[in-house]
Every structure is written in structure tokens, then in C-alpha cells.
């Protein structure tokens, strides 16, 4: 059945900024260190899944890409789903975030060659001025800080590549921060690159 999904996205990844992936151009996406790992937070404003409500919920996806590049695939993966969903918003989160009910997560699925068990963990994400901290309890937090310049504008991404790929309307610039070190992923690693902005999902 049909679903819809709105909110906040927060994302993060290993390479330094700015992370080439956003471009969305497969000659230019090399990762910075032969890998790359990311922490994405998504804040769902409003959502709806074959009847159930999804509104205020959070999930955070966190793949690993051996690489060199991300088409190269061969991930581990896994979803978080924040501790107050219930057992029908998890699978109905857990079937979207995994890309098995159609929409942008879809296409990346495909990459990812395992997938860990989905976990319910209490998830923060939190906003302070214009630095979003997104935590997972036991796994690791990541600090997005809005990117400006010297005249207090910010970086803006429109159209193209991973903006209108991830459902984003567009995409500031936020170097990111983070410490992750979830025990079954293939590595601990620190974030650098980091983007936010709203999204829009259907399927």
C-alpha cells in the first residue's frame, strides 16, 4: 500500500567535505579514504505507512561502503528505530528504510550486501542555534554544524545528484563530527562531510 514520509534529514560520512557522492556523477565518486561510513538521522515530521501513523518518529541508517567508490557497493547496513516506536511502526520504518517499499531508499538498497538487525535504541536529535547533535545510545553521536560564509550566508545544493536522489528539495552544508563505533559494523570510525535538509518520501 501507498506511504509517505516527511521530515528533517541530517546526514554525515567519513570523506572529507564535501563529500563527492552528493554529486551523483559515477566518475567522481572516489572515496577520500578507499571507504566510507556514514551516520544519516532522519527527523519524520509527518508519515504514514499501510495505515499506520508515523508522525515524530526517528531512524538512523548507517551503512559502510568498503568502496573504492559507493557503486561498488557491498555494504553492511542497519536501521535504528527510536525506542518509542511500536512493533507496527518498526516494521513498517524497517520495510521503507530498507528499500523494500519502493521510494529513494530503493536505489541504494541494492548496494548493500548485509544487513544487520534492525535495532529500537533511544535516539536523540537535537538542535541547539544551528548545530543538529544526532545520538544513538550505544552506538554513537554526531554533531552537524550549518556551514557559513564570512558574510553569514549559507552553502546550498539544488537539483541533481543525491539532492533530488534522497527526495531533498535542497541540501546546506553542514560538516559534521562523530564518534561510531556500533560493535557489529566493520569499522569505528569519525564523520567530517555532512548535509541536512527536508525530505520528501513516498512509495
Do not use: H, Y
Not at 563530527?177 to 557489529?184: L, T, V, Y
Amino acid at each position: 500500500m501507498a506511504w509517505n514520509l516527511k521530515g528533517q534529514m541530517i546526514e554525515s560520512c567519513s570523506c572529507n567535505m564535501f563529500c563527492p557522492c552528493w554529486f551523483g556523477v559515477q566518475e567522481l565518486m572516489i572515496m577520500d579514504q578507499g571507504w566510507c561510513a556514514s551516520v544519516i538521522g532522519f527527523r519524520i515530521r509527518e508519515g504514514r505507512s499501510d495505515g499506520v501513523a508515523l508522525d515524530g518518529r526517528k531512524v538512523v541508517f548507517t551503512p559502510d561502503f568498503p568502496g573504492p567508490t559507493l557503486f561498488d557497493g557491498n555494504a553492511t547496513a542497519r536501521v535504528f528505530v527510536d525506542e518509542g516506536a511500536d512493533e507496527a511502526q518498526q516494521r513498517e520504518l524497517e520495510a521503507i528504510f530498507q528499500g523494500r517499499k519502493g521510494g529513494p531508499m530503493e536505489n541504494l538498497a541494492p548496494l548493500v550486501a548485509t544487513w544487520l538487525p534492525t535495532k529500537k535504541a533511544s535516539i536523540g536529535i537535537e538542535e541547539e542555534g544551528e548545530t543538529i547533535t544526532v545520538s544513538v545510545a550505544g552506538a554513537g553521536e554526531m554533531r552537524s554544524q550549518l556551514l557559513r560564509d564570512p558574510q553569514g550566508n549559507a552553502f546550498t545544493l539544488r537539483g541533481g545528484g543525491f539532492v533530488s536522489g534522497l527526495g531533498l528539495e535542497e541540501a546546506n552544508l553542514a560538516p559534521t563530527s562523530a564518534g561510531w563505533a556500533d560493535p557489529e559494523m566493520p569499522k569505528r570510525f569519525e564523520t567530517k562531510s555532512g548535509a541536512r535538509g527536508g525530505f520528501t518520501w513516498s512509495g
